[in-house]
């Protein structure tokens, strides 16, 4: 299956630092790209595991005896290790957001650019679908679904216009999203916009920010001290989550100083922000909006 090229690959990897002989976890395996370039500097007493949820990224994996990948969500990163017995990790990566795969499968309707069903599972195992967020949501739910999530002033008008459209019949597919929604798409940035409310729906449909917080807490608890989390995000709510928690060990609020005032921090940010070259964008357009922050934990 054709993941494209993983982003920001020499980066991403050159961050974990790496101990030939570490455990280390790729939260995010996709098409095994990042997984691939680990293994390739990991010696033979070297471990690696990967984690994805959706079902067609086992296609892509690894013959390597080094190597085992885990169907779930990494949310679940505890649990699923500990039934390897590894309770501590030398390395964590993760590449956020959809994989180049899934955008370019039209049924599995992430894409604005096919007519597909309302799905946007990153799972096909999920409960909760797009059709279900459109045509069940009630109104105070859809707003803040485009609100929060698609970071979109004219939520409220736009939960409205939905609840009207699914009065008269039920929302089923992408086209008849588009229509519902267009009077919100002007012609010169309709593209965005509408990027912004499938983004939202997404979001909401595969519980993103909460799964991203439990991921990063618990990287918190299981990386050893003086070892490495590098992780990529593609928007500014991923990206915010990252940098705060990272910088404080929490998303809200300081952290607790102490006797002398300093303040007490279980990370030290590695390097600036890192973000693709021109080149890299070129050649992959999915890496435009990229983001790599790299931190060690103290």
Do not use: W
């Not at 921090?265 to 990229?290: H, M, Q, W, Y």
Request: aromatic letters at 10%; charged letters at 30%; glycine letters at 6%.
């Amino acid at each position: 299956m054709d993941y494209h090229n993983p982003v920001l690959l020499k980066e991403t990897v050159d961050g974990l630092n790496i101990n030939p002989d570490g455990v280390y976890v790729d939260v995010t395996f996709g098409g095994g790209g990042h997984s691939a370039e680990i293994l390739r500097r990991l010696g033979p007493n070297g471990k690696l595991f990967a984690f994805d949820q959706d079902e067609d990224a086992l296609a892509n994996a690894l013959a390597d005896d080094r190597f085992t990948l885990i169907n779930e969500n990494f949310k679940f990163l505890k649990r699923y290790l500990r039934f390897y017995n590894v309770t501590k990790v030398d390395g964590i990566l993760a590449d956020l957001g959809v994989s180049s795969h899934q955008f370019d499968v039209a049924e599995r309707g992430f894409s604005t650019r096919f007519d597909a069903g309302l799905d946007m599972r990153m799972s096909q195992k999920n409960d909760l679908n797009a059709y279900r967020v459109v045509n069940e949501y009630d109104e105070a739910n859809l707003r803040r679904v485009f609100l929060d999530y698609g970071e979109l002033k004219n939520a409220p008008a736009i939960a409205r216009v939905i609840l009207e459209a699914r009065e008269k019949e039920p929302i089923k597919n992408t086209e008849q999203l588009k229509l519902v929604l267009s009077r919100f798409l002007p012609q010169h940035k309709s593209h965005k916009i509408l990027a912004q409310m499938y983004q939202a729906i997404r979001i909401e449909v595969n519980r993103e920010m909460e799964v991203l917080k439990e991921f990063l807490e618990q990287s918190l608890e299981i990386l050893k001290p003086q070892c490495r989390l590098s992780v990529i995000s593609y928007h500014s709510l991923e990206d915010r989550l990252v940098k705060r928690f990272m910088k404080n060990g929490m998303f809200e609020g300081e952290p607790e100083r102490d006797m002398f005032g300093n303040f007490s921090v279980p990370f030290k940010l590695i390097g600036k922000l890192i973000v693709p070259t021109d080149a890299e964008i070129k050649i992959n357009n999915r890496a435009r909006s990229a983001k790599l922050r790299i931190a060690e934990k103290l």
